[in-house]
């Protein structure tokens, strides 16, 4: 039995049947109106110099947001909906006819590009990335992006932690559920992830797309592009190999991240947060300069 059939009729993982909706519908709305409630009645995120149509204009997005996530979790979830099965195998099959024996280069590149030395590869281009960007911003400089790289850290950070204790749901990769599928492992002398006994959501795709929300909305155009692409990057080998169903990435990760992102930066929460920090990291700054 497919991975996916298990999540439709609870067959596999030990999981009842229809654990996976109801478990991401119901602390998925549990989560985000807990960050709702933080966010305007506690942390005085709106002020009251904003007016009912700002604040209106300020949740608009983000519930606009939330309803295309839980969309994402349910046209996975129903059993009637097929895409998503249909999917996920057609897409590991694709890849997986092309490692083997016969294919040498480009099953050693799908296997060096997921070895450690390639996810360090991808953080230095992310840290590039915003370095370029910070070079080019002319509004801020060192400090502005500073700011912008510690919230995006701490909104990870929380992001993982929300998913780490409240998605209970996960299942193996196609790699460990199908016998005859081929690992790049196999084929190569150097470590390579090709197998995951708890694929769902895509953890690198949820760290990926984090950081490109945040470049989305402080970079410019060239930075903005470039995210996407690194994100692409980032998220794609895992799913090539057959270490993540296509759904896990696309289902998992994307409806978390559009479940709980928006709250941080289609509100004022990331801006303010940011601009903070960089205002003490520009206090700290001129009073460790050395005095005339």
């Known amino acids: 039995m497919r991975a996916s059939d298990a999540i ?108 450690r030395f390639y996810d360090a590869v991808v953080m230095l281009g992310m840290l590039t990335l915003m370095a370029s960007a910070c070079y080019r911003d002319p509004r801020g400089g060192w400090p502005r992006w500073l700011g912008i790289g510690v919230t995006m850290l701490l909104t990870a950070g929380v992001t993982a932690l929300l998913v780490r204790y409240l998605v209970t749901y996960t299942h193996p990769s196609p790699t460990l559920l199908y016998p005859d599928a081929s690992r790049v492992s196999q084929f190569v002398d150097f470590a390579t992830k090709d197998q995951a006994g708890s694929s769902f959501p895509g953890d690198h795709g949820i760290m990926a797309m984090i950081f490109a929300g945040f470049m989305l909305s402080f970079g410019d155009r060239i930075t903005r592009i470039a995210s996407l692409a690194i994100a692409t990057l980032a998220a794609a080998p895992r799913i090539m190999v057959g270490a993540h ?39 700290l700054a001129e009073g460790s300069a050395p005095r005339a």
């Open 8 to 115: 439709h009729t609870g067959a596999g993982y030990g999981c009842q049947a229809y654990s996976a909706p109801v478990y991401l519908a119901r602390h998925s709305i549990s989560v985000h109106m807990d960050i709702l409630t933080v966010a305007v009645k506690n942390s005085g995120l709106f002020r009251t110099n904003h007016t009912i149509t700002d604040i209106d204009m300020f949740l608009h997005r983000p519930l606009l947001l939330n309803a295309l996530g839980l969309g994402l979790i349910f046209s996975w979830a129903l059993p009637s909906f097929t895409l998503w099965p249909y999917l996920d195998d057609s897409v590991f099959w694709l890849f997986n006819r092309t490692i083997s024996a016969d294919h040498p280069r480009w099953t050693t590149l799908l296997a060096a590009m997921n070895n």
């Open 245 to 283: 169903w296509l759904s896990d990435i696309l289902v998992g990760s994307l409806s978390i991240v559009l479940l709980i992102l928006p709250w941080a930066l289609c509100t004022p929460l990331a801006r303010r947060c940011s601009a903070a920090i960089s205002g003490l990291a520009e206090r």
